[in-house]
Every structure is written in C-alpha cells, then in structure tokens.
C-alpha cells in the first residue's frame, strides 16, 4: 500500500511554471505505474500524464504536450509534474494517481489506479 500527498499548487500568472510534487509513503514509487490527473471547474477528471512502472512508457495529453513533463526521484521517493507556459485552462485541482498493475502501457482511466492524493490547486489567472 502507498499514501500519496500531493504540494506545490498555487496562483500562477499565464505563461508562468509550476512543480508539483507527490510524496510517497510506503511501498516506493518505482514500484508503480504513476499519473497526474486533473478536474477543473465543472469538469470531469482527465488524465494529463501517465508513466508506466519502469518509466519506459509515458502518455500525455494533447493540450500539455511541449509544456508538461513528468519525473521520478526515486531517491525521494516522490513524483514530480513539471508545468511550463502556463494557460488558464490549466486551473484544475491536480491529483497524484498510483496503479499497482501498469507494466506496459501507461493507463489513461481513473479505474486503472488504486492508490490517489487529496489534491492541491492551481490556478491560473489570465
């Protein structure tokens, strides 16, 4: 088992950057397929980047391609989504995302996942 806790959320003009961080405790995070995912107002919960295990594999979603990338310091053990140019559009509660079952391809659904964090904000002010 693994308890996520998310950090780094906040007010960010437009065009401006972000790290989020999602600490893991318990089993590390190499041992699982890992994703961000977020909800904006009114919205339903969507999937911006998912790695699978072994981090060979990664998906990203159009709208973050060339400006969001994800890592892993397993040292740490903490994920990490590094957001870049940012857009109002990007306001969303972002969510850490952990699966015990994503060897090859990364997963893009919210039922792929087993383990999840409380959330931290971002907004993005135009």
């Known amino acids: 088992q693994v308890q996520l806790v998310e950090s780094g959320g906040g007010l960010v003009q437009a065009g401006g950057s972000l790290k989020l961080s999602c600490a893991a405790s318990?089993?590390?995070?190499?041992?699982?397929?890992m994703a961000w995912f977020r909800q904006g107002p009114g919205k339903e919960r969507e999937v911006v980047i998912a790695?699978?295990?072994?981090?060979?594999?990664?998906y990203y979603t159009d709208s973050v391609k060339g400006r969001f990338t994800i890592s892993r310091d397993n040292a740490k053990n903490t994920v990490y989504l590094h957001m870049n140019i940012l857009k109002p559009e990007d306001t969303a509660v972002y969510y850490c995302?952990?699966?015990?079952?994503?060897?090859?391809?990364?997963?893009?659904?919210?039922?792929?996942?087993?383990?999840w964090g409380q959330g931290t904000q971002v907004t993005v002010s135009s």
């Open positions: 318990g089993r590390t995070v190499s041992s699982y397929g």
């Open positions: 995302a952990a699966s015990t079952r994503l060897t090859s391809v990364p997963g893009r659904t919210q039922g792929e996942y087993d383990y």
């Open positions: 790695i699978t295990k072994g981090g060979l594999s990664a």
